[in-house]
Every structure is written in C-alpha cells, then in structure tokens.
C-alpha cells in the first residue's frame, strides 16, 4: 500500500515548467528566443523584479533551455526545452550537478564567492553548460561583489552566470555593466484572473469570479502572493463547508471592505452626512477592517472616477454595480471637484497610517472632508477679495460645485480660462445673447456653433449640467459689436471735442491715432 504524498502548496504545484506558462512576460521570452536562435547568448543574465513575478523561476528555465539535449539526446539550446531529457528532468528536480543555485542572503561572503571562483574552472561534468543561479544577489557584500568582478567580466566559454534580484539599485554598477538585464513586470490583474480560474479548475475548486478579482487585486502583480492566497482560500471554504471561494469569505479572510459599503461611505461623503459617514466608519471597524484600508478603499474610488471621466478603457474586474456608480460620479463631479478629493484623503490616509489611534484618525478625516468641500475655490476667493466682496460662512451641507458665472461674459471667461480660447473666441465674435439664466443659455449665433460642445466645457467647469439652446429671436449685439459700438462712441466724443475740433479746422489733413489709448484720460 503505497503512502500518501505530502500536500505541495500551489506556488510549488503551478511553478512554470516551460515558457509558455511563464505569464506576463512575452518581451522577455522574445528577447531570449532571439538570442538563442541567434548564437548570441550572453554570459551573464540579470533578472529583476517585485517578488512572486518568476525571477528565480526564469533562471531554472534558462538553464534547462541552455542545457536541453531534447528527448533523442542530439539538440541544441532551444527556447521550447522538451522537460523530458536527463538534463531537463534533473533542473526541474534541482539535483543537476552542474546548475549551481546559491541564496545570497544565506551566503554573503568572499568565501562564498571563492567557491564559485574556484568551480568556474573546471568544465561541466554531464550538461552544456556551468550554470550558477545567485537569488537575491544584492545581499552579496561589498569584498564578495569586488571578488567576483573579474571572473564576471571574463568566465570560461562553458559558464553561465543567473542572478535574480528584488533591489536591482544595491547592486554595484560595475556589476550591472557586466551582465544583461531583464526586467520582470507585474503581472496585469486580469491576467492574474484567469491565471487562477484555470488553477480552481485544475484543482476541481468552484470559486466566484469576483472572489479571483479580489485575489488579483490583493496579489498586487505577484503570482506566487496571488496562490498562497488561493491557497489559504480554498482552505477557508473547505472548513466553512461546501468547498465554494466566495467574494464574502474572501473579505472576510483578508479584512478587506466590501467595495459596496465603500462606495456607499463615498456618497455620504459627497451629500455632507457627517453622521452617516461616522455611523458607516463604525461599522467597518466592528467587521475587522482596517481604517487604513477604508481611507484606501475610498482613494481607489476617487481615482477610479477621474479615470472613467478621462474616457480610460473600463477595468475588468470591475462590477456591473461598480461600474455604474463610477460613471454617474464622473458625469456629476468636476475635475477640480475630484481633485480637491484626491488631497484631502491623501493626506487623511498619511494621518490614519501614523496615528497612534487610526479609528479617531479617520473619524477626523472623513468629517474634514465634508466640512472643506464647502470652502471656496483659492482663485474665486481672491477674486471676491479684490472686488470687495464678503466671504460668508455657511454649515456643510454637500460637496457642492462652484458657483455658476453670475453673467455671460463671465461664463466666457470661464471657458476661457479652462482654456478653451477657440470657443471663446467665438462667443465673443459670432454669438448674440437671447436669454441668461444659468445653468440655462440662449444664443443667437450669426454662424454654425457647437452647444454640445460649449454644454461640456462648462459642465466640466463647474459640476453642472447646462442647457443651451440657439432661437430665432431678438439678441443682443456680440460682445465683439460691443467692444467695436463703444469704440465708435469713444472716437466721437474725442471728435467732439473743442480742442480737437478747432485742430482739425486748421490742420484738414491730420489723422486721430492713439486715441483708444487716451479715452479714459479727461480732457
């Protein structure tokens, strides 16, 4: 009766055996295809990355694809090693006695790296090549770095050297300059989705779709983060019967907040209920969530929002639910507005993160956020400051938009100064006013004019949506017939001027010139 194997974790069970099931790193594979087709190999490979992205994974893949002798035993170097040779098999188990693996946080010193010396001398005793994998190679000290310099620069033709690193910027630039580069990118979210729904389906695992969007998120672009999170979820469901990874267990698990609830303290937040906020903050904190991960949670909205207001691709991962909520939020808030967001809970998020007590900390910060949305604009308070006006203060009702241009050659200037200068230029030229009630126009335009597009810039402006309408109907002049009737004004009262009158009795032929500069000048 044969005994039972010993359970290997997912990271171990799904570590890549060949590149194609190496994910996420298509340019990198490319690059060493190339080479290897092209007999132009390097000596020395520098692999760098966050952690769980498949450094050292990668080095065990170009040895065996160094030293794979195909399954007649007659090929060469191939970027498709065929994992069933001796030299293939025996990579795959670690037990090759010429592919070296060496941690470097484990072993940091000259004598260490003496022992490397001392073996590149010899020829490998059954494989292609000598191959020496160095993880996390940064830990080296700065004597053992200096010893392995020169037989860096100038290894035998059968040595291949493999380093991997998390901190490429601790390894000395003499080193750098003696290998080739590889940099290993986070793996994409969804990405990482699909990569763990064929897993659940290998494992005979039922898992929601959102619970493997959460997985991803939380994996933050690492692969093996992304499985001992898998892992640890599948146990979860197994012990709370059933076997089925849910969303809710999930978060549960992690102490994430549900995204609904987040999303819920961010409309209380936008409609200035202090208490509901209070009463929400509350209520994630007796669930086990972090007040950081709230403060972090509603930071990934504001962004979220200002994405989907830029018009970027959806997210994937995103929900139906979620979705919808990100695009009513961008229709309805400005960019100002967004991004007067964005700082407040910033700065909240680096309070609650230092606070001694992060609860009051966030308590604070989310009721700072709701009494500054009513603070003015710094621009539109000079403004008023200038003209004399006086700032009244008001209770925190709602983040509220700013105040709609009062006239409309303010609202030209306002497109204006969100630099729409073409569309100013044309208001003022080629548009007559009807009607001004803001947020509704009327307008008599003298030439074809674009309200769809004049309505967006304004919306965007201030927060709210305009109507604005051309009619067939009494106008008054263009700002421009303005500008040109008080100029013929001007010169006429300067012409009727006695002294002015009496020189151009005595001189026919003079000209008025530089007139418009004296106009506010009194005779």
């Known amino acids: 009766m044969s005994s039972a194997q010993p359970y290997r974790v997912l990271a171990r069970k799904y570590r890549p055996q060949t590149f194609a099931e190496l994910i996420g790193q298509d340019a990198m594979v490319t690059t060493l295809g190339n080479a290897i087709k092209r007999d132009r190999l390097a000596h020395a490979f520098l692999l760098t990355g966050v952690r769980g992205v498949g450094k050292t994974s990668t080095a065990r893949l170009i040895a065996k694809a160094l030293n794979c002798v195909g399954p007649e ?31 470097a946080a484990s072993n940091t010193g000259v004598d260490d790296v003496r022992e490397i010396i001392e073996g590149v001398r010899y020829s490998a005793v059954s494989a292609r090549y000598k191959v020496y994998i160095v993880d996390e190679v940064h830990m080296l000290s700065k004597n053992a770095f200096n010893a392995l ?38 793996i994409p979210s969804d990405t990482l989705g699909a990569h763990f729904a064929m897993i659940c389906d290998a494992e005979n695992v039922d898992a929601e779709p959102e619970a493997l969007a959460l997985i991803a998120r939380a994996a933050e672009g690492s692969v093996r983060d992304g499985l001992s999170i898998l892992d640890q979820a ?8 059933g076997g089925h990874v849910t969303a809710i267990q999930l978060r549960d698990m992690l102490g994430l907040s549900d995204r ?28 086990g969530v972090d007040p950081t991960a709230v403060l972090r949670g509603l930071l990934d909205i504001v962004h979220a929002t200002t994405i989907q207001k830029v018009g970027a691709p959806n997210d994937p991962a995103q929900s139906v639910e979620e979705r919808n909520a990100l695009n009513e939020w961008a ?22 993160a230092k606070a001694t007590d992060p609860r009051e900390a966030a308590d604070m910060a989310l009721l700072r956020v709701i009494h500054a949305s009513t603070l003015p604009d710094p621009a539109d308070l000079a403004r008023k400051l200038e003209g004399g006006a006086t700032v009244a203060s008001s209770q ?26 073409l569309i100013g230029q044309r208001l003022r030229d080629d548009v007559g006013l009807v009607r001004y009630d803001p947020p509704s126009v009327a307008i008599r335009p003298s030439r074809p004019f674009d309200t769809r597009e004049l309505g967006q810039v304004l919306k965007e402006a201030t927060g709210v949506a305009w109507q604005i309408t051309t ?41 008025l010139i530089g007139w418009s500069e004296q106009r506010s000048v009194a005779p």
């Open 73 to 103: 035993g007659t090929g060469g170097p191939t970027i498709a090693p065929c994992g069933i040779c001796e030299p293939c098999a025996a990579i795959a188990e670690g037990r090759h006695i010429d592919v070296v693996e060496m941690d």
């Open 149 to 186: 310099l020169k037989t860096l620069e100038e290894p035998p033709p059968h040595v291949k050297f493999l380093f991997a690193t998390t901190e490429v910027n601790k390894v000395p630039v003499t080193v750098l300059s003696r290998c080739q580069r590889f940099d290993l990118r986070r």
């Open 234 to 241: 599948i146990a979860h469901a197994d012990l709370d019967g």
């Open 260 to 287: 609904g609830a987040l999303r819920r303290v961010f409309g209380l937040l936008l409609t200035g209920d202090g208490q509901g906020v209070l009463a929400a903050l509350a209520e994630q904190h007796d669930l």
């Open 331 to 352: 229709s309805g808030l400005s960019f100002a507005l967004l991004h007067r967001l964005w700082q407040l809970l910033l700065k909240g998020h680096d309070e609650v």
């Open 396 to 421: 925190p009702t709602a983040f509220t938009a700013p105040a709609l241009p009062q006239t409309f050659e303010a609202m030209i200037l306002l497109v204006e100064k969100k630099g729409n200068f």
């Open 471 to 511: 009619e067939d109907a009494p106008a008054q002049l263009t700002i421009r017939e303005q500008e040109l009737a008080a100029e013929a004004a001007a010169r006429e009262a300067m012409l009727a001027q006695p002294v002015v009158r009496a020189a151009f009795e005595h001189f026919p032929e003079a000209e």
